[in-house]
């Protein structure tokens, strides 16, 4: 590192980290070395491999640790269809109308309807989606798509789920959003050895805009009370209230969740329906600092490894 590397690191550890990380030039790090870089970075201390203790730490811990075949299924948002139909019924999972695709030239759009959803199968983020296929901006779709399926999901953070899933784009019905102007919300729910312990409510998200946007985030319990439990992102401004399928939201992510230490179940409710979103064993990666610090210990306590 240079002199003025080595002074932005001492000032923002993460800033630098998280830059090396997207230029590939940590590729060639073991699982364990990156992880804990990467944790001594966010953290500004050194991870706890062998009494882990926060949430922050364990998930890292359940990277190396607790690696099943079915977790690959799981976290493929294509093969995760099947995954949920099998569980808990294909009434529960948002149909595909297209796909999957390696490339995005192999899709005709004019077998697709007015308003569809584009997803790639294996990262964060890799949607586009079309309201109005008379309008719909083709070649900055495939900008998006093509840069996502380039993209090694499995390098920036080590999450050992995606590292055999294969880069796909598919096609799935649009989900209208509600009509209280935070557009679609997921209702993410943290499991605990199986159980569903608390839920979070992300709104404000629309990947349909390409202004800036801001996304909220609200922490309630299983009696649906809001905690004051954040993360990553500021409570909404209107309380989000209580989905009409809340109780069945937690029959289902407990039974999605069975046989696993920790996973987060996330789910669309549109029209009185509810639809499985995505599965996913890690949070953010387990990277992002809890703005209320106690609760990163509170739930390191509710993961038995």
């Known amino acids: 590192m240079n002199k003025n590397t080595i002074m932005l690191w001492r000032e923002n550890p993460w800033r630098i980290a998280n830059s090396l990380a997207r230029r590939g ?74 796909g999957p695709w390696e490339n995005f030239e192999e899709i005709d759009f004019d077998k697709l309807p007015d308003q569809f959803v584009l997803k790639t199968t294996h990262d964060c983020g890799g949607v586009v989606i079309c309201k109005d296929k008379q309008t719909f901006d083709i070649k900055s779709a495939k900008e998006i798509l093509k840069k996502h399926l380039q993209y090694n999901y499995y390098l920036h953070c080590r999450e050992w789920p995606y590292k055999n899933v294969q880069p796909r784009i598919f096609a799935e019905e649009y989900l209208s959003a509600e009509s209280d102007g935070l557009g679609l919300k997921d209702y993410k729910f943290f499991t605990f050895n199986g159980e569903p312990k608390l839920m979070y409510i992300a709104s404000g998200r629309d990947y349909a805009r390409k202004e800036e946007q801001i996304v909220y985030a609200d922490f309630f319990d299983m009696e649906f009370n809001h905690i004051n439990l954040r993360i990553d992102h500021e409570n909404s ?47 953010c990666g387990g990277l992002h600092k809890f703005i209320t610090e106690e609760w990163d210990s509170i739930l390191g306590d509710w993961i038995n490894i």
């Open 237 to 283: 401004p209107i309380c989000p209230s209580k989905p009409a399928n809340f109780e069945l939201m937690i029959e289902c992510a407990r039974k999605l969740a069975q046989g696993t230490k920790h996973l987060r179940v996330d789910f669309y409710e549109v029209d009185g329906c509810l639809y499985s979103g995505e599965l996913t064993f890690f949070h």
């Open 25 to 98: 030039w940590l590729n060639g790090l073991s699982d364990k070395t990156y992880l804990s870089l990467m944790y001594r970075a966010a953290f500004l201390k050194k991870i706890n491999w062998k009494n882990p203790r926060t949430f922050s730490e364990k998930l890292q811990w359940l990277k190396l640790n607790d690696r099943k075949d079915e977790y690959t299924r799981m976290v493929d948002k294509y093969e995760a269809k099947q995954f949920v139909a099998d569980c808990i019924g294909k009434e529960y999972v948002v149909p595909v109308i297209g």
